[in-house]
């Protein structure tokens, strides 16, 4: 240990901290299993875990997906949520409708969600800077409105207002199930990024963030490749949004199109550092487990004194509006830029990140 | 024919709103280059003020609109100088996030304070109107119409005609040069954003009269203002105007299609915004930059 640099230090701390974590969260709910309950092993994890696992890994998904468009090609993607609710539709209509196994109607939630991309891809991604973000964020809005609304012959085709309810996977532990299901999307996504970032269309990617009309010049086909990369990113999408519906077997607009998660997978993206391959993931744990925390999820909560209870769910999201507000004036590359034993946190790094970026 | 002329006074009268909730926008991204995601909760601040005003003091809520413009100025003010004139130089990614995060603190004091319920604003004379043949002519809305377009007059007289509008002008213009000449760029954006935020406040003071307000109400007005300001051009105060009265014909014309009501009110409005952009980016009226 003599010799090596302290920042060097608390990084293989943190990466060995983050792999047990990782271990953990990975193996624990073996335990769980009617075959180590009958040898009596003891039992790790609970039912709660389950689900505040499923949510986290179901985040990786998404901060990693939005990571394709948004880190590596610098799209500020404002909507990936209707990714999201798209393949959460296309799984639940086909398993509610048209009577198809889960199995089956899964994978068409990632075509399904990247078809639609590239078609709104092919005129959206001719915009930039602001307008690609508020109109990306318009669509958002205005697929959830359409699902909600639209109607085939005076039924709601897609189940309107009152939601789409499914039948029920039988499976015999249905939690263990929809969290391996969901983890190992989000270590599809994670090698996808990593597959990504070391081809020739990852290059492409970066050039196109660094100078679109550079990148043109040296032979990307620029809109080949950003409609490619949104279209991977809303493929990723969709599958959480598929896995979530047949998980959840309710969905509505509220659940399946949440505007709030737009701006949480960047947020997660941001805080683990973009245009990485497992910096979006790290904040998506991070950031979920916080806002789990908030809204008082956990096994430990918050309570403060003078505030009523009930009024814990609105203080969490002005807590979170505070925490928004600071990492972007005070870390703009991100938490993981100083962890990561790039930079040292300390005063300078923080008035040096504030004084790069005010006037 | 009635029916087409009561719709282009509905359009109208609904597009005054979107013209002078447009123009504070449309100030703040063209001369800061932030698109302001905390749009929507000043004008809901200014709606609940003037909620307040009429509430507890009876006072007239056209009285209370030169309070809402005041107070809201000091409050974007302090705003701009304390918090986002530290990211003005950030990517774009983070001036989205830091108003966005201002949005997400500002709307959920309001629910702090105010609860989720609706509240509305009914003086004597609220639901009155001209009739004139079979056409209606509310009252309310007609006064609000000449309201909003004396704000719009009033900021265009501000940025043309005094010191401090010319200041913003050349800052807009070229930041650098501007300090170079011996501007407070700290205090010019300041004024800039609290320029618009007063915008912000008569529109919502203008909202509570026409509409029954919550504290998560102002979201939809942030993405509209956007589409307004696209429409009409970004960069002058009148092409902002034309811009939002032309978005309140068309949502009225678009709710009179049988079938398709109220709730596709975001689909068409971002389906147009979309269709202007790719094929006329510099809006009706703007000038290409």
Same mark, same amino acid.
């Given at each position: 240990m003599i010799g090596m640099s302290a920042s060097r230090l608390w990084n293989r701390i943190f990466i060995g901290l983050a792999l047990a974590v990782l271990a953990y969260a990975v /193996? *624990? &709910? /073996?335990?769980?299993l009617s075959a180590a309950q009958s040898l009596n092993v003891p039992l790790l994890t609970d039912r709660l875990w389950f689900r505040i696992a499923t949510i986290i890994a179901m985040f990786v998904v998404m901060a990693t997906a939005w990571n394709i468009i948004g880190g590596l090609t610098g799209y500020a993607a404002f909507g990936n949520v209707a990714f999201f609710g798209i393949g959460a539709y296309t799984t639940g209509m086909l398993i *509610? $409708? *048209? $009577?198809? &196994?889960f199995l089956l109607a899964l994978p068409l939630s990632p075509v399904a969600a990247a078809a639609f991309a590239a078609l709104v891809g092919l005129p959206l991604l001719r915009l930039r800077g602001h307008y690609f973000a508020v109109a990306s964020l318009g669509v958002g809005v205005a697929v959830g409105e359409l699902v909600q609304n639209i109607d085939y012959q005076g039924q709601p085709m897609f189940g309107g207002a009152s939601g789409l309810f499914l039948p029920i996977f039988s499976i015999g532990d249905r939690g263990l199930f929809f969290f391996y299901l969901m983890l190992g999307a989000a270590a599809i996504s994670i090698a996808v990024t990593w597959l990504v970032l070391r081809s020739r269309f990852g290059y492409g990617l970066i050039a196109i963030r660094e100078n679109e009309e550079a990148a043109a010049v040296i032979g990307v086909n620029t809109t080949a490749y950003k409609v490619a990369a949104y279209a991977l990113s809303a493929a990723l999408t969709g599958l959480a949004g598929g896995i979530f519906s047949q998980w959840n077997v309710f969905i509505n607009q509220e659940n399946a199109f949440p505007i709030e998660y737009n701006v949480q997978m960047i947020l997660m993206a941001l805080l683990g550092g973009t245009g990485t391959v497992f910096g979006p993931a790290a904040g998506a744990v991070v950031l979920q487990l916080l806002i789990q925390f908030l809204s008082g999820t956990l096994p430990v909560t918050l309570s403060l004194p003078f505030v009523p209870s009930d009024a814990m769910p609105v203080i969490a999201q002005i807590i979170l509006g505070l925490m928004l507000v600071i990492v972007v004036i005070f870390a703009p590359r991100g938490v993981i830029d100083f962890f990561g034993g790039r930079s040292r946190l300390s005063l300078a790094y923080l008035r040096r990140s504030l004084r790069e970026t005010s006037i | 024919m009635t029916d087409f002329v009561q719709l282009v006074i509905i359009g109208l009268l609904a597009g005054g709103i979107y013209a002078v909730v447009g123009v504070g926008f449309g100030l703040v991204w063209g001369v800061l280059n932030i698109v302001n995601l905390a749009h929507g909760a000043l004008v809901i601040v200014g709606a609940y003020l003037t909620w307040q005003l009429f509430t507890s003091f009876g006072l007239d809520p056209f009285l209370t609109l030169p309070l809402d413009a005041v107070a809201l100025f000091a409050l974007g003010y302090l705003l701009q100088r304390s918090l986002i004139n530290r990211i003005v130089r950030a990517p774009l990614l983070f001036t989205f996030l830091l108003t966005f995060g201002v949005n997400l603190i500002a709307v959920n004091i309001l629910l702090l304070i105010f609860k989720s319920d609706f509240r509305s604003v009914t003086p004597s004379y609220s639901g009155q109107g001209m009739e004139l043949g079979s056409v209606v002519i509310p009252y309310v809305p007609l006064a609000s119409l000449g309201v909003s377009l004396l704000v719009a007059a009033a900021l265009a007289f501000v940025l043309n005609r005094t010191r401090a509008g010319l200041a913003i002008l050349a800052v807009a213009a070229d930041r650098d040069a501007a300090q170079l000449v011996g501007i407070d760029l700290r205090h010019t954006y300041a004024v800039t954003f609290g320029l618009g935020a007063a915008c912000a406040g008569v529109a919502g003071g203008l909202i509570a009269m026409i509409q029954a307000i919550t504290p998560t109400a102002g979201e939809p007005y942030t993405l509209q203002a956007f589409v307004v300001v696209i429409l009409g051009g970004l960069g002058r105060v009148s092409a902002t105007v034309v811009g939002g009265l032309a978005f309140g014909l068309i949502e009225a014309f678009a709710q009179s299609i049988p079938g398709s009501g109220s709730v596709f009110a975001n689909a068409i409005a971002f389906g147009l915004m979309v269709l202007v952009l790719v094929t006329r980016p510099q809006g009706l009226l703007g000038r290409l930059r």
């Open positions: /193996l *624990a &709910p /073996l335990t769980s *509610a $409708k *048209a $009577k198809w &196994p | -």
